[in-house]
């Protein structure tokens, strides 16, 4: 069993879909107190809660598999897209990641990040990126997938993916998952029927409520509330989830359902991006966090599969060794035969 070690490891959401499909995580990294009390609730590893910036590589036990969904703001849309110069530092959280892996040589890396990574700075954010784990030997493959194409999860959700390996064998025989048919509906995720508790739902005195009744016409998709409008979103498709939704009503989703207009609730969004339903929900942490949490995370189907396309290629590669072996060996027989070697 190939050992991970997670970095950035919020709620964990890499670490279910890489243990998921057979991986052991053995090391986790997660400074945020709140974070960290979900993490620990709903995984074995023992997490280690320093700032990244203050854990030697000698600290860290030895690893195969490096996890990381480093810190996006910096290069999302969404935020200032500073990117390594990010004011708060956090765009340089990249070159922690340099650090450990060219002390740890783990024999592959796994990095998700938000879209924009690509085209951030006109390309010279990732060209740095790859060009720094190119020169520490590592085969850059790079895919942006949208969960709703790869995951089978109705959200719209689009994340870059980077896998790298210090193998050229078991590079050349690494390929992305395919995309595959949506077959889960909104209706399977969210209850549109049954009734949850009251405080999800907008009573007719909430200040947006006229607006509510005028954009929400439609029990068959999920909105957003923008400041100050409605905003409808692809047929049965949720919108991509933020770490800001649940803070000052902005970019919550929202249901129309049976029982009136209502916001999703924080198992909904863990739910719509593919998590166990037996995902613990810590009860001593707000749901502003727990919103902001789900946001952060990743869509675990999505990464299970690319983490199974790891493990094809891993086997893929050995097999053809293991073929070259007899080849080699059924050559000696042949000449042992021939010239008595
Ligand atoms: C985009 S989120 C990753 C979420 C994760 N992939 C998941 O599934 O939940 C980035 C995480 O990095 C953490 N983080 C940011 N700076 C950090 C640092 N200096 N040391 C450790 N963790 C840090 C944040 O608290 C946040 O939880």
């Known amino acids: 069993m190939l050992a991970c070690a997670s970095f950035f490891a919020g709620v964990g959401g890499i670490d279910f879909g890489f243990e998921q499909a057979g991986f052991d995580v053995v090391y986790a990294n997660e400074f945020c107190e709140k974070a960290s009390i979900t993490y620990k609730q709903n995984h074995e590893v023992e997490l280690d809660t320093r700032d990244i910036r203050d854990v030697p590589s000698t600290e860290i036990p030895d690893f195969d598999v490096m996890l990381a969904g480093f810190p996006c703001q910096a290069f999302s849309v969404a935020g200032y897209r500073q990117g390594f110069d990010d004011e708060k530092g956090r765009g340089n959280l990249y070159f922690e990641l340099e650090r450990i892996?060219?002390?740890?040589?783990?024999?592959?890396?796994?990095?998700?990040?938000?879209?924009?990574?690509?085209?951030?700075?006109?390309?010279?954010?990732?060209?740095?990126?790859?060009?720094?784990?190119?020169?520490?030997?590592?085969k850059i493959h790079h895919k942006v997938m949208n969960a709703c194409d790869y995951g089978d999860i109705p959200q719209n959700r689009e994340r870059i993916y980077v896998v790298g390996f210090l193998d050229d064998g078991v590079s050349d025989c690494f390929s992305f998952p395919d995309e595959i048919p949506l077959e889960t509906d909104i209706g399977d995720i969210f209850e549109f029927e049954s009734k949850v508790d009251d405080k999800y739902y907008y009573g007719e005195d909430a200040y947006m409520y006229d607006e509510l009744k005028r954009g929400m016409t439609s029990r068959e998709t999920v909105y957003q509330w923008r400041r100050k409008y409605v905003r409808e979103n692809k047929s049965r498709l949720c919108p991509t989830l933020t770490a800001n939704m649940g803070t000052g009503g902005h970019n919550v989703p929202l249901i129309k359902?049976?029982?009136?207009?209502?916001?999703?609730?924080?198992?909904?969004?863990?739910?719509?991006?593919?998590?166990?339903?037996?995902?613990?929900?810590?009860?001593?942490?707000?749901?502003?966090?727990?919103?902001?949490?789900?946001?952060?995370?990743?869509?675990?189907?999505?990464?299970?599969?690319?983490?199974?396309?790891?493990?094809?290629?891993?086997?893929?590669?050995?097999?053809?060794?293991?073929d070259g072996i007899i080849v080699t060996q059924d050559l000696m027989a042949v000449n042992g035969g021939r010239w008595g070697i």
């Open 101 to 138: 892996m060219k002390d740890k040589r783990p024999s592959i890396v796994f990095l998700e990040n938000v879209k924009n990574l690509v085209g951030h700075d006109n390309g010279r954010t990732f060209r740095i990126i790859r060009s720094s784990m190119e020169g520490m030997g590592y």
């Open 257 to 322: 359902t049976r029982h009136g207009f209502r916001k999703l609730t924080p198992k909904e969004c863990f739910m719509i991006q593919g998590f166990d339903s037996s995902f613990v929900l810590p009860e001593n942490v707000a749901n502003s966090h727990l919103y902001k949490q789900a946001g952060n995370s990743v869509v675990v189907p999505v990464i299970k599969r690319i983490a199974n396309s790891i493990i094809s290629a891993i086997d893929l590669e050995n097999s053809i060794q293991s």
